[in-house]
């Protein structure tokens, strides 16, 4: 069947298994085309209202990407810290960056391996990120190194695909286009691991006229609220809420996304 694009993110974690090429090294050049601004503007405007009145200067944008959000973050005033393991997302970054007073400053690190020179007030990771963290030893590195780096108090607010948005992904087609691009998404569901894996054909036009194509692989691990709840407590953190996506009610129970906030003890 043929349903709608699936929002995607940058590969942060390392640890997603064999992939005929970097994740997102075909992907980087048509990632912000074939993303909708407005969807990276709303997130931000409420990342910026979760993170108002915090006393919040400082933000760790953890699997930035090509830096949208980091961008628009960095615009309304926050110090911004970005990472991610894709050299080619954070080339786009550095580019989108260029213009701006208050640039962020990009890092290109894996999820597992996060090393800052401060800690910072807060740390965000939108766009199912840590879903690419398809191990527990991974995951809980990750929170690990993520609580390490918060000032004391700091918070951290994160999105994961849901188990049920991963699972009713198996078996489907997805398409996005742009007039220099498209994509075939064909996506995978193991019970087993409980790992959605992403097989992408990326076609580019070529400035001659031909078409070029490219194949790459993505990995996605459902993760349940329990074990989310278990390993934040791990990592240090208390305080832990989970809501629907963009909202502070709740998660239905056919929810594509939740929203973790997470205080560090």
């Excluded at 590969?11 to 298994?17: E, I, N, V």
């Excluded at 198996?170 to 790992?195: A, I, L």
Aim: net charge neutral.
């Amino acid at each position: 069947s043929v349903m709608e694009p699936a929002p995607m993110k940058s590969c942060s974690g390392g640890s997603s298994g064999n992939k005929t090429m970097s994740q997102y090294e075909a992907l980087a050049d048509s990632y912000d085309r074939l993303m909708a601004d407005a969807a990276h503007r709303r997130r931000a405007a409420f990342l910026e209202r979760f993170l108002r009145g915090k006393s919040v200067h400082t933000v760790l944008d953890l699997g930035c990407g090509t830096g949208t959000i980091a961008c628009l973050l960095a615009q309304r005033g926050y110090q911004v810290i970005a990472a991610d393991s894709s050299e080619e997302m954070l080339a786009q970054a550095a580019v989108k960056a260029q213009e701006l007073e208050n640039p962020p400053f990009f890092l290109h690190q894996e999820m597992s391996r996060l090393r800052l020179l401060e800690p910072v007030d807060a740390a965000i990771s939108t766009l199912d990120s840590l879903n690419y963290l398809t191990t527990e030893r991974a995951l809980r590195q990750t929170l690990g190194r993520v609580c390490r780096w918060l000032k004391g108090r700091g918070v951290f607010l994160f999105d994961v695909n849901t188990p049920y948005k991963l699972r009713r992904m198996d078996g489907q087609v997805y398409m996005d286009e742009t007039e220099e691009s498209f994509c075939v998404w064909r996506t995978f569901f193991s019970q087993r691991t409980q790992v959605c894996t992403y097989q992408v054909d990326v076609f580019t036009q070529l400035p001659n006229g031909t078409w070029e194509r490219r194949f790459e692989e993505h990995r996605e691990r459902a993760w349940t609220e329990e074990q989310l709840r278990q390993f934040l407590t791990e990592a240090g953190f208390g305080e832990i809420t989970i809501t629907g996506d963009l909202t502070t009610h709740p998660p239905k129970a056919e929810e594509d996304r939740w929203m973790i906030q997470a205080k560090k003890k």
